[in-house]
C-alpha cells in the first residue's frame, strides 16, 4: 500500500503539465501512487502523460471522454490504495516537501486531514493579484482543530479557502465522508470542502504556501463570472442547505456558510449582463436561496457599474 494516493485530472493542460508532474514525481516523500486521469484532451496531454508513465513505474494512467474535474477525481478516488489522498491540479506545481510534512503530520497527530496554504503564478505580469491564500498569523498553526470549529474560524476571518490542492486527507476517513464530486458543475470542490470539514475530528494548520497556483486567463477561476458559474454555486448551495436540515446540530455553521457564499456570489454577478441578473434573482427566488443574501448585496448586484 502506497503512504499517498495523488489524483491529477487532466484536461488539455499540455503547456504546463510537465512542470506539474516534474512537482509531484520530485517529492520528498517517495511512497506515492499518482493516478492521471485524461479526461478527453485533444492538445498532446496524452502524449506526456504516456512519456512520464514509462519513467515512472508509481505512475498508472486512465483516459476517458471528457466529463469535467469532478468526475475525473471521482474516478481516480475508485482506483487509489494510498493511505492518504491528495489531489493536485494538471497546470499547478506543489513544493518539493508537502507531501512529506503533511505525511508526518498526519501521522504524528493521527489527524483526519492536514491543510496549508497556496501562492499564486501570475501568468501576465501585469495582471493584479486578486487571490490571498495566506492563513500564517491568523489560524493557530499549534491548535488542534475540530472541523466545523475550523469552518465557523475561517468563515468569521473571511479565510475560507475551499481547493482540494489545500488539503490532504486520510483515506480511511474520506471514505466515510465523502460521496464523491457532483458531476455537471463547477465550483463543486465546495462539495468536497464542507463534507471535509463538517465531519473532521482532528486537523492541523501547516503554515506553509506549498501549493503554487497558476492564474491563467482561461481558467474556470478567471473566465467571465455568468450563469454557469451561478447554476455551480446555487447547486452546491442547495445541496449543503438540505444537508443542514437533515442534521441540525450542523445548521447554524451551515447557515453562516451559505450567507458566506452567496453573498459574495452576488457581489460578483453585478458584472453580468440584466438578463443574466434576472434569471439568477429568479433563480434564488425559486431556490429560497434569497434570504441569505443582504440588502447591500442586492443593490450591488442590481446597481453597481460593470
Known sequence: ?????????????????RKALDSICDQTLKELEI???????????????????????????????????GVARNTALALATGRYIYFMDSDDLLGRDALRHCHEECERHKLDFAFFDAETI?????????YDYRRKGIVDENKLWNGIELLDFEINHRKLLISPCLFFTRRSFLERCFKGFPSGIIHEDHVFAMDVLLNARRARYIAQPYFKRRVRGSSTMTGRFGMRNIE????????????GEERPEWKAVIGKYLSYTLNDVI????????????????RFRRLRLGKYVSFRNWAVFWLKKK
Open 122 to 130: 501570475l501568468e501576465d505580469r501585469h495582471t493584479p493579484n486578486l
Open 232 to 243: 455551480g454555486y446555487t447547486a452546491v448551495c442547495t445541496r449543503m442547505r438540505a444537508l
Open 1 to 17: 500500500m502506497p503512504e499517498v494516493s495523488v489524483i491529477i485530472p487532466i484536461y488539455n493542460t499540455a503547456a504546463y503539465l
Open 35 to 69: 493516478i492521471l486521469i485524461d479526461d478527453g484532451s485533444t492538445d498532446g496531454s496524452r502524449g506526456i502523460i504516456e512519456e512520464y508513465a514509462e519513467r515512472d513505474a508509481r505512475i498508472r494512467w486512465h483516459a476517458q471522454p471528457n466529463q469535467g474535474q
Open 267 to 282: 457581489w460578483a454577478g453585478h458584472r453580468m449582463s440584466l438578463l443574466e441578473k434576472v434569471e439568477t434573482a429568479c
